[in-house]
């Protein structure tokens, strides 16, 4: 056990030991899931033979009991733990989502119940505050200096408001262009805590925007190539997928192709090579971009000129273009060099 897992541990216990009752350290153990998982009302009630009412009013008596034991200072293992936890969140920013913290202080991916003592313990210190998870906010710990629950909440509401106003992801320096926070981690730190937002690649968005928070193969593609900025083989978008930081991305080569060939965002540029459609590329055989070529000139061009604009929008061999100049249904020859629409 590492040394702030056994101040941890010892405030937890530190903090039990104050609660004179049997029966109300149990309640308070499972209720937070110190030993295990976190418990119900009705489950402690009928383990307990006492309602769920009861349960509720008896847990509210205990925290109460064990404010005004840590106001008064009368546990002596909380300080070192309050210490522990104020430090991390200081170089975390302040505030920090409960796992977040845990993991930090722990050095590792924690367990349930080893994250259920730093909520326990910041449940009733004076020093800590806490963001009760909703379907707007992840668990959350912040200093108490820093605001309470109520004041982290609407600084995160603040930064999700300018992110829907802006319509589009934000990097922190953009988001800190308009916030008045004394450093961009500040920003990433009340951000973390929301669940209406997501981060990719060093940008924020709504967590309901495919850019940042993609759930499908079609969306990570785009999000990889809107990255790349540039065309790439459907291999190496695969690949690209594998080593990103998507929380799925263990896909098939084969299944990246076929979304491809499927969504209308992709354009086959070359063979196996794609690009967006955003970026100016359309749909169609090398005899249709060189149809469209074409009609959009006020006069015949010339082989070169041709093979010039196709290049310009497909990645193909030029022996490729020029055979399908060679379809007299479509294209007319002019003179010794040129080409127009039969």
């Known amino acids: 056990m590492n040394q702030n897992a056994e101040i941890l541990k010892n405030a937890t216990n530190g903090s039990l030991k104050v609660i004179e009752q049997d029966r109300e350290?149990?309640?308070?153990?499972?209720?937070?899931?110190?030993?295990?998982?976190?418990?119900?009302?009705?489950?402690?009630?009928?383990?307990?033979?006492?309602?769920?009412?009861?349960?509720?009013?008896?847990?509210?008596?205990?925290?109460?009991?064990?404010?005004?034991?840590?106001?008064?200072?009368?546990?002596?293992?909380?300080?070192?733990?309050?210490?522990?936890?104020?430090?991390?969140?200081?170089?975390?920013?302040?505030?920090?989502?409960?796992?977040?913290?845990?993991?930090?202080?722990?050095?590792?991916?924690?367990?349930?119940?080893?994250?259920?003592?730093?909520?326990?313990?910041?449940?009733?210190?004076?020093?800590?505050?806490?963001?009760?998870?909703?379907?707007?906010?992840?668990?959350?710990?912040?200093i108490a200096d820093y605001g309470d629950s109520l004041k982290i909440r609407e600084r995160v509401d603040e930064i999700v408001g300018i992110i829907h106003k802006n319509k589009q992801p934000m990097t922190l320096d953009e988001l800190d262009n308009k916030l008045n926070y004394e450093h961009p981690d500040h920003i990433k730190a009340v951000a973390s805590i929301s669940k209406l937002l997501a981060t990719l690649n060093g940008v924020w968005g709504l967590a309901k925007w495919p850019s940042v928070n993609p759930k499908n193969i079609r969306d990570k593609i785009f999000v990889i190539l809107e990255a790349k900025k540039e065309p790439m083989h459907f291999s190496d978008i695969a690949k690209e997928i594998k080593?990103?930081?998507?929380?799925?991305?263990?896909?098939?080569?084969?299944?990246?192709h076929n979304e491809l060939i499927k969504d209308p965002r992709f354009i086959l540029i070359g063979r196996g090579i794609y690009a967006l459609n955003s970026w100016g590329y359309k749909k169609g055989t090398i005899s249709d971009i060189i149809k469209s070529i074409l009609e959009k000139s006020d006069k015949p061009l010339t082989r070169e000129e041709i093979v010039k604009h196709v290049l310009h929008v497909r990645r193909v061999k030029e022996t490729t273009i020029l055979l399908n100049l060679q379809n007299k249904e479509l294209f007319k020859k002019v003179g010794r060099n040129s080409y127009t629409l039969a």
């Not at 990103?244 to 084969?254: D, E």
């Open 25 to 142: 350290r149990e309640i308070i153990s499972r209720r937070f899931g110190l030993t295990g998982n976190r418990e119900t009302l009705e489950q402690i009630g009928e383990t307990l033979s006492i309602t769920r009412e009861r349960v509720r009013q008896l847990e509210k008596a205990i925290l109460i009991h064990l404010q005004i034991c840590a106001e008064e200072g009368e546990i002596a293992e909380l300080a070192p733990a309050e210490k522990i936890l104020i430090r991390n969140l200081t170089e975390m920013g302040r505030v920090a989502k409960l796992s977040d913290l845990a993991n930090k202080v722990y050095g590792k991916e924690t367990m349930m119940s080893e994250r259920a003592g730093i909520y326990f313990i910041a449940t009733f210190s004076q020093s800590l505050t806490i963001v009760e998870e909703n379907d707007k906010y992840y668990t959350a710990v912040g």
């Open 243 to 256: 080593e990103s930081n998507f929380k799925r991305k263990n896909v098939t080569v084969q299944a990246i």
